[in-house]
């Protein structure tokens, strides 16, 4: 039996092949976007499309949808709209509109918002948007491969997004533009809303330079921004230096803030993310779990775990699974 899933990141679109070995492989968005390259076409020299049992991938926010679906049955992508979500290249789109107009049976993932009936009704109130889909494919991937139940998981790249699970079900995330740091978004603070009443720049213009990036003082493409920070890093930059220590305060303000609000003792923290598992030059893991230390353990998992869990996702749902993390599967 095989089995796709498909991460719709910020830099590329990643595919894991979930047979007896794993396979993975990664596009750029720009790549994808110019047309270079198609995403079917590299994932059919991996595997027979007839072959695929079930595909399960993710796009966008995923704020059009509260549950996993067929996609056969998804309107507009299932998204409310592609505006004021960071940088649009429009490489995700096309992979959609491939894998829509394919033969492969697919079922499209949402994202964590106001509608998903999971999450703690507080969080559902305070936040019309907590994560995009692809984070629910990582927590899947930390369940399944730690066994946690009560955990936290803090993906850190391009944004950060933490989220918090009790009882194998999400309850809770602080999506990039109200929290923590990445390289490239992070919150809007007060000079940037005035940035923006005063028309200087768009929300979404500020939301793509809240980062790390501000810190540094950057300007850099979204598939540069990592290495430009810490090449200066390793050059002895100040403000390199500064950045990548306000990006870690803020990621441990923000998973200490879940911590305090859970009501269970945490099994766990597990990290992902490009910048999450960060080890030189800037030893990004070790400053971040020596800064939160709970009773139990501290993971890391590859950057492949988005993609990973969306197949073990599309493995289960296929196997009969009518709830993932506390969120419904529609029936096909």
């Known amino acids: 039996m095989v089995f796709v899933g498909m991460d719709h990141g910020t830099t590329g679109v990643s595919f894991t092949v979930l047979r007896d070995e794993p396979v993975h492989f990664k596009i750029g968005r720009v790549q994808l976007s110019r047309g270079e390259i198609s995403a079917l076409d590299e994932l059919f020299k991996l595997v027979n499309p007839q072959e695929i049992d079930l595909m399960a991938i993710t796009y966008a926010m995923g ?6 679906t067929p996609i056969e049955k998804v309107v507009d992508r299932g998204i409310l709209s592609i505006e004021g979500a960071g940088k649009v290249t429009g490489g995700g789109t096309f992979v959609y509109d491939e894998i ?9 993932i949402p994202g964590l918002h106001k509608n998903s009936e999971s999450l703690d009704p507080r969080f559902r ?6 994560a995009s889909a692809e984070k629910i494919s990582i927590c899947y991937n930390a369940h399944l491969e730690t066994g946690f ?4 998981v803090a993906d850190i790249s391009s944004n950060t997004v933490s989220i918090l ?12 533009c109200l929290g923590a740091m990445g390289i490239i978004h992070g919150p809007l603070d007060l000079e940037m809303i005035r940035d923006i009443d005063e028309g200087q720049r768009t929300a979404n213009q500020c939301f793509s330079q809240a980062g790390a990036v501000k810190v540094a003082g950057l ?7 990592r290495e430009v920070l810490l090449e200066r890093y390793q050059m002895g930059d100040p403000r390199a230096k500064l950045a990548l220590d306000t990006m ?16 269970k003792k945490l099994e766990g923290l597990v990290v992902t993310g490009s910048v999450g598992s960060l080890r030189e030059p800037y030893d990004f893991y070790g400053r971040l779990t020596e800064g939160f230390k709970v009773a139990g353990a501290c993971v890391q998992l590859p950057p492949t775990s988005g993609s990973m869990g969306s197949a073990q996702i599309a493995r289960d749902v296929f196997n009969g699974a009518r709830n993932i993390l506390g969120i419904k599967v529609k029936q096909f």
């Open 63 to 68: 704020d059009g949808i509260s549950e996993i």
């Open 100 to 108: 829509e107009q394919s033969q492969v049976p697919t079922i499209l």
């Open 125 to 130: 109130a305070a936040y019309s948007h907590q």
């Open 149 to 152: 139940e009560d955990f936290i």
């Open 165 to 176: 699970l009790e009882d194998a079900e999400i309850v809770g995330a602080i999506d990039a």
């Open 219 to 225: 300007d850099e493409d979204v598939s540069h921004a």
């Open 248 to 263: 870690l305060m803020t990621i441990l303000m923000e998973i200490w803030g879940l911590n305090g609000i859970s009501t």
